[in-house]
């Protein structure tokens, strides 16, 4: 059962920094094309950036191109996403998961939490 766990969400003011972390357990992720999402409260969970297998084709949301950067790191297992300039909506709940074009996706992790203050 692969398990996917993000982390590195906090409380930042508007125009601050964050960047989130991703990784799996039970599975390596090296061969799957990742992205991020965020759903914020009371809204559905939305895309935010993805990143092919070998980081060589990286799309973005129109809310967030300019400010986000998705990068991963194979030989740790692990998925970036680097979010500069904060604006308040911003603040939801973010997740990793397959790319929303890829077949297939993982069980959903519990996401973390980026809150923006204005």
């Known amino acids: 059962q692969v398990q996917l766990v993000e982390s590195g969400g906090g409380l930042v003011q508007a125009g601050g920094s964050l960047r989130l972390s991703c990784t799996a357990s039970?599975?390596?992720?090296?061969?799957?094309?990742m992205g991020w999402f965020r759903q914020a409260p009371g809204k559905e969970r939305e895309f935010v950036a993805a990143?092919?297998?070998?980081?060589?084709?990286?799309y973005y949301a129109d809310s967030v191109k300019g400010r986000f950067t998705i990068s991963r790191d194979n030989a740790k297992n692990e998925l970036y996403l680097q979010m500069n300039s904060l604006k308040p909506e911003d603040t939801a709940v973010y997740y990793c998961?397959?790319?929303?074009?890829?077949?297939?996706?993982?069980?959903w992790g519990q996401g973390t939490q980026v809150t923006v203050s204005s």
């Open positions: 998961n397959t790319d929303p074009r890829s077949s297939y996706a993982y069980p």
């Open positions: 039970g599975r390596a992720l090296n061969s799957d094309n």
């Open positions: 990143i092919s297998w070998s980081g060589g084709r990286i």
